[in-house]
Nanobody, 123 residues
Framework: VQLQASGGGLVQAGGSLRLSCAASGRTFSSYIMGWFRQAPGKEREFVAGISTIGRSTVSADSVKGRFTISRDNAKNTVYLQMNSLKPEDTAVYYC?????????????????WGQGTEVTVSS
C-alpha cells in the first residue's frame, strides 16, 4: 500500500487542522491505520490509531479530547481532526498502515509509511 499524507500547515494556538492520508490499492479496509508525529530532535511518537472498519480507536494521552481519527474506506482515506492545537503539537505528522485486528501503537508495528506533512502551531 502507498500512503500520501496532506493537510498540514501553519496555524495559531487554539486553531484546528484536518490531516488526510490517501491510500492506494483495493485492500485499504484490511489495514489498521495510524498517525504518528515527530518533532525536531525527538523520536517519532504514536498519536492515534483506528481499526480496519473504524469500530475501535486509540489515542495518545497528550491528544485525547482534542484529536479525532476517522476513516472512510470507500475513499481509501484516513483523517486526523486536530482541534485546540498547542505549540507542542508542532511536528511532522505521518500516516502508517499495519495488519491485524488490534490497533497497535509502536512504530515498529507499522510496515507502511507515508511521506509526512508538517504542522506548525504558533503561540
Amino acid at each position: 500500500v502507498q500512503l500520501q499524507a496532506s493537510g498540514g500547515g501553519l496555524v495559531q494556538a487554539g486553531g484546528s487542522l484536518r490531516l488526510s492520508c490517501a491510500a492506494s490499492g483495493r485492500t485499504f479496509s484490511s489495514y489498521i491505520m495510524g498517525w504518528f508525529r515527530q518533532a525536531p530532535g525527538k523520536e517519532r511518537e504514536f498519536v492515534a490509531g483506528i481499526s480496519t472498519i473504524g469500530r475501535s480507536t486509540v489515542s495518545a494521552d497528550s491528544v485525547k479530547g482534542r484529536f479525532t481519527i476517522s476513516r472512510d474506506n470507500a475513499k481509501n482515506t484516513v483523517y486526523l481532526q486536530m482541534n485546540s492545537l498547542k505549540p507542542e503539537d508542532t511536528a511532522v505528522y505521518y500516516c502508517a498502515a499495519s495488519f491485524g485486528s488490534v490497533v497497535v501503537i509502536r512504530t515498529s508495528d507499522y510496515p507502511y509509511w507515508g511521506q509526512g506533512t508538517e504542522v506548525t502551531v504558533s503561540s
